[in-house]
């Protein structure tokens, strides 16, 4: 199973950009990177995946690099409510039933500052 | 419903208890996901459905835990003699396919006392 490596924690002033990266070196060819949040005491949120082009939409950019081996999510605006763990994932598929199934790692703390 | 729905929110138990959790997907979800989070851990997988039946149940720490899904829709998982060490906030996901994003119900907190 590919793995991914984050930062612990970030911090960026609201309204300027937060760019939070990602290293998943082992990723396979097949596999996709998803970005999920979870902001304190809420399941995780869906923010957005790739497979190894950019991507956009109304939350966020993610800009994977060309050989794949590390990706950005990029938040253009922080506000404070985009205060959460931010968990990169690589999504892993079981060609026998085709699971799916993520597995977090431990994330990064973004703190959005007034 | 609007999302996934988790109850109960919040469930307090005794060592040794028997407690079942119970997750509403999302109507039409066929894919459904039980997922457990520790205090600043991220959500460690348990059991994945597709339809009714357990497609993977690799991540079931051990024969204390048990899932159904019987009709397809609503999930519950089961934990037999319950020990401090599996209070944990329990998460539920589920997703229309096997292959797109899933969403997440509010989780139901476990403590074992």
């Known amino acids: 199973d590919a793995k991914t490596t984050q930062p612990t924690s970030m911090d960026c002033a609201e309204g300027r950009a937060a760019n939070l990266p990602c290293n998943h070196s082992?990723?396979?060819?097949?596999?996709?990177v998803y970005w999920y949040r979870q902001i304190h005491s809420q399941g995780p949120q869906y923010i957005i995946h790739g497979l190894k082009n950019n991507e956009t939409n109304e939350m966020a950019s993610l800009i994977i690099t060309e050989d794949r081996k590390s990706s950005t999510l990029i938040l253009p605006h922080a506000t404070l409510r985009d205060t959460a763990v931010y968990y990169c994932i690589v999504r892993v598929a079981r060609h026998a039933d085709s699971s799916y199934k993520l597995i977090f790692g431990s994330g990064t703390r973004l703190l959005v500052r007034p | 419903g609007a999302g996934v729905s988790q109850t109960p929110s919040n469930k307090v138990t005794e060592k040794g208890k028997y407690v079942e959790l119970r997750c509403d997907p999302i109507s039409g979800h066929t894919a459904l996901y039980w997922y457990r989070q520790s205090l600043g851990q991220g959500p460690e997988f348990l059991i994945y459905?597709?339809?009714?039946?357990?497609?993977?149940d690799s991540g079931l720490p051990n024969d204390r835990f048990f899932a159904v899904r019987p009709e397809g829709s609503v999930s519950t998982l089961k934990i037999q003699r319950t020990e401090r060490g599996d209070s944990a906030v329990y998460l539920c996901?589920?997703?229309?396919?096997?292959?797109?994003?899933?969403?997440f119900g509010q989780g139901t907190r476990l403590t074992v006392v």
């Open positions: 459905f597709q339809g009714t039946g357990a497609a993977d």
């Open positions: 996901a589920s997703s229309p396919e096997r292959n797109t994003e899933a969403f």
């Open positions: 082992t990723i396979s060819g097949n596999e996709y």
